[in-house]
């Protein structure tokens, strides 16, 4: 509500709490959300002459273009650029990532 001043409780100091048009009210102590759901994410797609190259979910995108290096992050407008022969970096959500396996490595 803009305009009007609350306690921390989140109650109307300026005004009735009866003339406020409430549509949703949260509780102060509520379940905080699943970490997965803090990650802002976005559908990425590479695409070439040839077909698609990659599609899925992302938290950040490296790339360059033929006008320079681009870094995306979740919530972008939605981007068409033309890629310079490079790597693009497609960094996937949290919960996507995996580690490497230390077998078989050098010690």
């Given at each position: 509500m803009?305009?009007?001043?609350f306690?921390?409780?989140?109650?109307?100091?300026?005004?009735?709490?009866?003339?406020?048009?409430l549509?949703?009210?949260?509780?102060?102590?509520?379940?905080?959300?699943?970490?997965?759901?803090?990650?802002?994410?976005?559908?990425?797609e590479?695409?070439?002459?040839?077909?698609?190259?990659?599609?899925?979910?992302?938290?950040?995108?490296?790339?360059?273009?033929?006008?320079?290096?681009?870094?995306?992050?979740?919530?972008?407008?939605?981007?068409?650029?033309?890629?310079?022969?490079?790597?693009?970096?497609?960094?996937?959500?949290?919960?996507?990532?995996?580690?490497?396996?230390?077998?078989?490595?050098?010690?």
């Open positions: 803009l305009g009007h001043v306690n921390v409780l989140g109650r109307p100091l300026d005004v009735g709490e009866k003339d406020l048009p549509m949703e009210r949260w509780p102060i102590h509520r379940k905080p959300p699943d970490f997965e759901d803090l990650e802002p994410r976005m559908q990425v590479v695409v070439s002459l040839d077909g698609e190259l990659f599609s899925g979910e992302a938290t950040f995108v490296l790339a360059r273009t033929v006008e320079g290096d681009i870094g995306i992050l979740a919530n972008h407008a939605p981007l068409l650029a033309e890629l310079a022969p490079y790597d693009v970096k497609i960094h996937p959500p949290a919960a996507m990532r995996i580690s490497p396996s230390r077998a078989g490595s050098c010690r």
